[in-house]
């Protein structure tokens, strides 16, 4: 099943990391793969940008590729692009990665919108961390440790869209 267009989706998601090569990228594969699996679900759009645009236009991290293809999903087809301010009016929902980014993603958002701003391991709370680590100066083994930390925050994130998505319908 092809993800919606934001227009057309009952939900919308950006997830949010330094550069977009590596954690956003990965999160963004995994919920879209996960999504693909339930058909019967809410239509979510999903992308995923980084705070900084050191990266723009690149693939993400091959070692990133490797290890979500490993976990059966691709994500060599994605492309890094910084985050924009109106980004923060266009997604329902924005995640990131750890607190540094939520900080930038807080002074972009006005006030109103600041509801939307979470960290990702927030709807993990058993991994018993609050930042999913930056795995792109290390081995191998940190790109599995994220994939591990995206996958069970995913599990904690579906009510939550399951729950946004009923909220929209009934306005």
């Avoid at 990228?25 to 809410?42: N, Q, T, V, Y």
């Avoid at 490797?66 to 087809?77: D, K, N």
């Avoid at 985050?83 to 995640?95: C, Y």
Wanted: proline share 7%; glycine share 8%.
């Amino acid at each position: 099943m092809p993800e919606p267009e934001i227009s057309a989706a009952d939900v919308s998601v950006l997830l949010v990391c330094m550069g977009n090569i590596c954690r956003s990228p990965m999160a963004e594969g995994w919920l879209s793969h996960r999504l693909r699996s339930r058909p019967e679900g809410p239509r979510v759009y999903v992308d995923s940008a980084g705070t900084h645009g050191y990266h723009a236009g690149s693939a993400p991290d091959p070692r990133a590729q490797a290890a979500t293809a490993r976990r059966g999903f691709h994500i060599g087809h994605l492309q890094a692009r910084q985050v924009v301010t109106e980004d923060i009016q266009r997604f329902d929902l924005l995640l990131a990665m750890d607190s540094d980014n939520l900080e930038f993603l807080a002074q972009l958002a006005p006030d109103a919108s600041r509801h939307k701003l979470r960290r990702l391991l927030d709807f993990a709370p058993a991994a018993g961390i609050v930042d999913v680590p930056d795995p792109y100066y290390g081995g191998d083994t940190g790109f599995e440790r994220v994939l591990d930390l995206v996958e069970a925050a995913v599990d904690g994130l579906m009510p939550e869209l399951e729950s946004l998505a009923a909220a929209r319908r009934t306005r």
